[in-house]
T-cell receptor, first 109, second 115 residues
């Protein structure tokens, strides 16, 4: 699977938007971009995924660059509950997820 | 509705003992996955089942690791002759098969400590 690059950590203030970048310059045409997050002492939780077009759901938005070599996960109004490790994952085969180290998001009250 | 359930939540074993970890997937989910997560790292894929068939076991670290899903629902991950490097959180996930690219739903894992 193609690799992704994410910052190690990001900080945000409560009720402000958070933009989490992910670079995936070697992405192939069949790779989907998935985002999961993991709260302390819990299993990973699905956030959102997309292929080419921007995607929105109740949790977040996913903005995908036109060349697909990068993407950004947007949390519109951060809450303390959004403090977690966020993983950007490429997957073409529908099952094997390669998580990497992710971005640790801290939310300040 | 009920999510993925894993038991036990915590397991402590002495080096050399055998352990068995259980996963109850979401009812009706065809696909089941096991991952291993070492402290401070992201989860790493171990194995994948579609119903009772183990289609990919490329991530199992050694022949001491064995997984089964005999009736296509509950799965067990067994580790024989445990070693200290087996200490980790073992995560189970399940998903439906169709349409493609369905999210994986994870349990909260079993934290295994080998003394």
């Amino acid at each position: 699977d193609a690799k992704t690059t994410q910052p190690n950590s990001m900080e945000s203030n409560e009720e402000e938007p958070v933009h989490l970048p992910c670079n995936h310059s070697t992405i192939s045409g069949t790779d989907y971009i998935h985002w999961y997050r993991q709260l302390p002492s819990q299993g990973p939780e699905y956030v959102i995924h997309g292929l080419t077009s921007n995607v929105n759901n109740r949790m977040a938005s996913l903005a995908i660059a036109e060349d697909r070599k990068s993407s950004t996960l947007i949390l519109h109004r951060a809450t303390l509950r959004d403090a977690a490790v966020y993983y950007c994952i490429l997957s073409a085969n529908d099952y094997k997820l390669s998580f990497g180290a992710g971005t640790t998001v801290t939310v300040r009250a | 509705g009920a999510g993925v359930s894993q038991s036990p939540r915590y397991k402590v074993a002495k080096r050399g003992q055998d352990v068995a970890l259980r996963c109850d997937p979401i009812s009706g989910h065809v696909s089941l996955f096991w991952y291993q997560q070492a402290l401070g790292q992201g989860p790493e894929f171990l194995t994948y089942f579609q119903n009772e068939a183990q289609l990919d076991k490329s991530g199992l670290p050694s022949d001491r690791f064995f997984a089964e899903r005999p009736e296509g629902s509950v799965s067990t991950l067994k580790i024989q002759r445990t070693q200290q490097e087996d200490s980790a959180v073992y995560l189970c996930a399940s998903s439906s098969l169709f349409p493609s690219n369905q999210p994986q739903h994870f349990g909260d894992g079993t934290r295994l400590s080998i003394l």
